[in-house]
Each structure stands twice: as structure tokens, then as C-alpha cells.
């Protein structure tokens, strides 16, 4: 296998889930910034010019982060259960790693595109500066009721530690540096947040 | 277990996928277009008060259908492969469900929760209508791209047929019997929907 990583949030992701798990692969760095990852040689890894990319055991490569976890959690299979150690917690770290991702990460991340990065994204994704206002007031909505949804509760998953603290984590990791994501008042989300920034994972 | 029944896309997704796999479950409808769906005793099941919603053998509730799905398929394993038969399939699979929910139906759904049906959400999501025509272009642009990643494929999966052609069938049946979706000089695309119409799950 080989991980192609670059600069972003989606790489960290990764990166943090093989922390965890304490995989290492060979890897191989795209430049993103310089757009490599729009060039053919990568379209050829991911038809979506996006990253990071794995080449898994077959030669053939997969992308989306969701997918790679899930394929390395197979590979390297231990009781740590970041995916969940019966169908009934698999179902539940699904769940609220699809909700994470439609109902507040995309919008967010896409506002971003539209707004602040539209320069980076305007020959990349199909941006639009107008969309950069209400998708970021979509994503920190859902930020809202997630930071309801965390009372009383460690992880997404309860006291359960999963792929959808990994993936919101990446995210909201970066948007923090870009002094975004989290809200101070969002008192659950920035517990949560100080917890798993103490990983020793959240260097990765 | 129990499912948990409506209107709309998403329920029919899972009633697609479980006619496929000849499962047949106890069911509840829920009144979508009176809104019962987000009142208490829904928001219970499912707190982003979606439908459609599945009630496990452990008692608790699992929502979002790609969850639905994956939860379904460990629980009735045959050789069918809506998921995939290796880590790779599998793999293949994810990456495509999730390309094709992040790049063309969220927008696409949100373009029309924002627009023609900015009425029936106004209460229930953060629906913004100078989003609707932004996202409908951004669901369009990676409609033609998939167009295009189609040439010379059955299904989404190459010969494979699975859980990423029931996920974009469902949402493009929908959307189709409201005037959009495909277009008929998607004309890769339009072939594939011919071919998912004509199986007897499209029905369910």
C-alpha cells in the first residue's frame, strides 16, 4: 500500500487514523497548492482530483477519507473499534460520521472554497462567491445543534472514541488555524475539541 | 428491527436496497409532509429528524441510509455484494456512495430544499434561498463529470452493480418525477437509468 498525502484537513484525517491505529505506509506527497493534484497523474488515483489517495493491495487506488478509514480498519484489524466492534457501533460511527460530514463539514468547507480560499478553488471546484455566506451560516446551524447534541456525552459516539471524532477533528483542526470552527460559546464542542487536541494523534 | 417509513428519497433508497437483498422488515410510517418527522417522539430516533430511521436488534435507532445500508448488509450477508465481496470492493464502493453524496446530491438536494421547495423546509432546515440556483449548478457540474467517468460502465462500480447506484437512483428517480436531475444529453447516465428503472427493485 501507498498513501498519497499532501497539505489539508481530508490527509490529516488519515494521518490521525493511522495514529491511532499505529499503521505506517510508504508515502508519497502531492503538492497541493501548486494544484498536482488537478494533473493527470493523480486523476488517475482519484477521477475527482481531490486527496489523499491510497494504492491498496490490488494497485487499484480508492479516495474519500470515509473509505480509506474504513479499508485500512479491515487491513489492520484490532480491538480498538475506531470503527466499532459490533454492527450496532458500526452502524452508530457511520451514522454521525455522515452526519458530521453533509450536515456541517461540507457546508463549511465548501463556504471556505467560496469565500476566503475562492482564489486557490476557482480553477479547481466549481465555486461560486455568493454561496460563501449561507453555507457557512448551514454549517455553524448544525454546529450549533452538534454542540446540543455533545451534552453530557466524551465522544460523538458517547463514551466511545470513532472515525467521526477523527474526521470532525481534521476539520475542525484547520478551520481553527484559519480562525474558524469552533465557537468559545459552543461549550461541549470545545471541551470536546481540547480532548482530542491532548491525543497523541493530533500531531500526525 | 423496525423501519421507520416515509415520502421521499431517502426511505425509498433503503426500501430499494432491502427489495434487493429479499429483505422483508416490520415497518411504521411517518407522516413526512405533516412533519411528524420532526417532532419529539421522531427526534428520538433520529436527532437531525430525518427520515428514514431503522430501530436495531439492540433496541437503539440508526439513521442516515448509507448507515441503514452497511447495518443491513452485516446483518443478512449473502454473496450479492451491495457493498462489495473484499476490502477492495468494499473500498470501491464507499468511495463512489460518498463522491456521489458530496459532490452532486447534497448540493442537488439542498438547490431544491432552498428553491422549489423552500415552502415545505422553511421550518425545518436552515434553507437560504439565495442558495438555490448556486447549488444546483454545483450538483450540475458534478453530474456531467460523473457523465463522463460513466463512458463504457454498467454501473457505478464498473460491471458491479451496488450500493452507490442504489443511493444515486434514488435521488435521481426522485428528483426526475419532480422535471430534474438527469439530463437527457447525460446520455451515459441516462442509459444507467434505464437499466436501474428496469429492475424489479425500482418498485419498492
Known amino acids: 500500500m501507498k498513501f498519497f498525502n499532501s497539505f489539508g484537513p481530508n490527509p490529516a484525517i488519515v494521518r490521525i487514523f493511522m495514529a491511532e491505529k499505529g499503521i505506517e505506509l510508504e508515502s508519497q506527497e502531492v503538492d497541493l497548492m501548486a494544484g498536482e493534484n488537478r494533473q493527470e497523474a493523480h486523476l488517475k488515483r482519484n477521477p475527482s482530483g481531490q486527496m489523499p489517495a491510497l494504492e491498496m493491495d490490488n494497485g487499484n487506488y480508492v479516495s474519500e477519507v470515509t473509505a480509506i478509514m474504513e479499508y485500512l480498519d479491515e487491513k489492520f484489524p484490532d480491538e480498538k473499534g475506531l470503527i466499532g466492534n459490533t454492527p450496532e457501533e458500526r452502524a452508530e460511527t457511520r451514522m454521525w460520521t455522515r452526519k458530521i460530514d453533509l450536515l456541517i463539514c461540507e457546508p463549511l468547507a465548501n463556504g471556505g472554497r467560496c469565500g476566503p480560499m475562492y482564489e486557490i478553488f476557482k480553477t479547481r ?71 482530542m487536541a491532548a491525543r497523541p494523534s493530533a500531531e500526525a
Open 125 to 195: 471546484m466549481p465555486v461560486d462567491q455568493s454561496l460563501a455566506e449561507g453555507l457557512t451560516n448551514w454549517g455553524n446551524h448544525y454546529m450549533n445543534w452538534l454542540d446540543d447534541q455533545m451534552e453530557g456525552k466524551t465522544y460523538i459516539c458517547g463514551d466511545r472514541f470513532s472515525m467521526a471524532d477523527i474526521l470532525f477533528f481534521g476539520w475542525m483542526n484547520f478551520m481553527g488555524s484559519l480562525g474558524g470552527g469552533i465557537m468559545p460559546e459552543q461549550k461541549n464542542l470545545t471541551a470536546w475539541k481540547e480532548r
